[in-house]
């Protein structure tokens, strides 16, 4: 059993800050890429940020130079910075990890986490 839990969302004012955080929690035997992910009303989920297991990033085009992913191999987490916050980045952010969840297998597979909803607005 694996279990993703985001935390930090919020209301915050356009220009504001917010940090996520996500943990991973339960039978884990090792996490691979790590990202996250937001739905905004009536658009489809998108990929806000990832970050492999050596520390690269990648970004989408809209969140450059705004927003910073890192993460803890040691407690299995992954934060999002988000700085200069606009009205366009009001979603339900999603933690996502792939993970290696049985002893037995070397395989890894995706989890997600339940979402934490994100509002920009004055």
């Known amino acids: 059993q694996v279990q993703l839990v985001e935390s930090g969302g919020g209301l915050v004012q356009p220009g504001g800050s917010l940090r996520l955080s996500c943990a991973a929690s339960?039978?884990?035997?090792?996490?691979?890429?790590m990202g996250w992910y937001r739905q905004a009303p009536g658009k489809q989920r998108e990929l806000v940020a990832t970050?492999?297991?050596?520390?690269?990033?990648n970004y989408a085009d809209s969140v450059k130079g705004r927003f910073t992913i890192s993460r803890d191999n040691a407690k299995n987490m992954v934060d999002l910075r988000m700085n200069s916050l606009k009205p366009e980045d009001t979603a339900v952010y999603f933690c996502?990890?792939?993970?290696?969840?049985?002893?037995?297998?070397?395989?890894?597979?995706?989890?997600w986490g339940q979402g934490t909803q994100v509002t920009v607005s004055s």
């Open positions: 996502n990890a792939d993970v290696r969840a049985a002893i037995h297998s070397w395989r890894y597979s995706p989890y």
């Open positions: 970050i492999t297991s050596g520390g690269s990033t």
């Open positions: 339960g039978t884990i035997f090792g996490v691979n890429n």
